[in-house]
């Protein structure tokens, strides 16, 4: 690909996993300005664009506007791994990782400027010498949505069985997150974006019938039914709570899959941000899928001028192209 249009100029020739990608980064770049607000302080919906209204005092307010996070940064690490060595190496990503918050890594500018303390404190155990297996939070308290945000790249990129991508999307949460609960929405959400890839007629349906089956068929007894018992917990959430776009990595899966029922990417990522909370990784989880399912084409022309950092993403959006 070379083009001088940006993000733009990927409309005559992205496909669905570009679409993913380019989908996860808008939403996080939109979400951005309005991270941390409860919903009664957000515009108007209408309003909702990547340059808030007159007035509204943006989150980040020294971040240029179009500027991804540390969502969009470290899905970028996660594929740019993959890309490299041709599978999914845990220690490379895992020193991506520290790259990214050390050396701004991944990030538009070099500039780190948001990072959730479970990440931080995960990343300064293995910059001191854990294993990417044992620095990740594992008490029930250690759910936040920081492995989920950035999990989306193994669906675009992954050709193996879907047991393959189970077990590696649950391996790429380990360095930040690795109780079982986090490792099974991250496992449920690269299912449902395979979901969508393969256009399943019900890709949330499909993805829950199909990582039971996985996990019925997993080997470890102990694990086989620590993941069926949190697969149970994921599909009870929506009975039991209302999605409310917080941190919590439920939460943030189910208020992703509320958004889904808008009809257009524009009106997903709308939804999405107007739970309020952690507005850019419940945008950037929603906006990923509607990205393989609306597709670059279907963003809006706006957006896509406004997203910074294309250099960085040029190169990986080429090895996509290359592949398919």
Same mark, same amino acid.
């Given at each position: ?8 100029? =990927? +409309? ?21 300005? *309005? ?15 990547? #340059? ?8 980040h307010a020294g971040v240029p ?8 940064? !470290?899905?970028?690490? =996660? ?8 599978? *999914? ?23 780190? *400027? ?29 759910n936040g949505n920081g492995s989920?945000? +950035?999990?989306?790249? =193994?669906?675009?990129? %992954? ?17 930040? %997150?690795? %109780? ?33 089956e996985i996990y019925r068929d997993?080997?470890?007894? +102990? ?18 709570? !209302? ?14 899959? #509320? ?14 941000? =107007? ?5 850019? #990784? #419940? ?24 997203? +910074?950092? *294309? ?14």
């Amino acid at each position: 690909m070379n083009n001088n249009d940006g993000y733009l100029g =990927l +409309r005559p020739c992205a496909d669905a996993r570009v679409g993913g990608l380019i989908g996860l980064l808008v939403g996080d770049a939109l979400g951005v300005a *309005f991270e941390f607000k409860t919903p009664n302080l957000l515009p108007q919906r209408e309003l909702i664009d990547m #340059t808030p209204p007159p007035g509204f005092r943006r989150s980040h307010a020294g971040v240029p506007v179009g500027t991804w996070s540390d969502d969009g940064a !470290q899905a970028l690490c =996660l594929l740019a791994s993959v890309q490299a060595h041709g599978r *999914f190496l845990l220690t490379d990503f895992a020193d991506r990782l520290v790259a990214w918050l050390d050396d701004g890594y991944m990030a538009v500018d070099g500039v780190v *400027f948001d990072c959730g303390i479970q990440t931080a404190e995960a990343l300064s155990k293995l910059r001191n010498g854990a294993s990417a297996r044992e620095s990740g939070g594992a008490s029930e308290w250690d759910n936040g949505n920081g492995s989920l945000m +950035r999990t989306l790249p =193994l669906a675009l990129w %992954h050709t193996g069985p879907d047991d393959a991508l189970v077990r590696d999307a649950q391996l790429q949460s380990l360095p930040t %997150h690795a %109780h079982p609960r986090s490792l099974v929405v991250c496992a449920f959400y690269c299912l449902t974006a395979r979901g969508y890839l393969r256009k399943e007629a019900d890709p949330w349906s499909w993805a829950d019938q199909r990582l039971e089956e996985i996990y019925r068929d997993w080997s470890d007894e +102990r694990e086989r039914k620590g993941f069926l018992a949190e697969l149970d917990a994921l599909r009870s959430f929506p009975k039991t709570d !209302q999605p409310r776009g917080t941190g919590y990595v439920l939460d943030t899966l189910w208020s992703a899959r #509320t958004a889904q029922e808008e009809d257009s990417f524009e009106e997903v990522a709308r939804t999405a941000i =107007l739970f309020g909370a952690d507005t850019d #990784t #419940t945008a950037a989880v929603a906006c990923g899928l509607a990205g393989i399912k609306f597709g670059v084409d279907g963003m809006p022309a706006r957006w896509l001028a406004q997203l +910074r950092g *294309f250099e960085i993403v040029e190169p990986l959006i080429d090895e996509v192209m290359v592949a398919s």
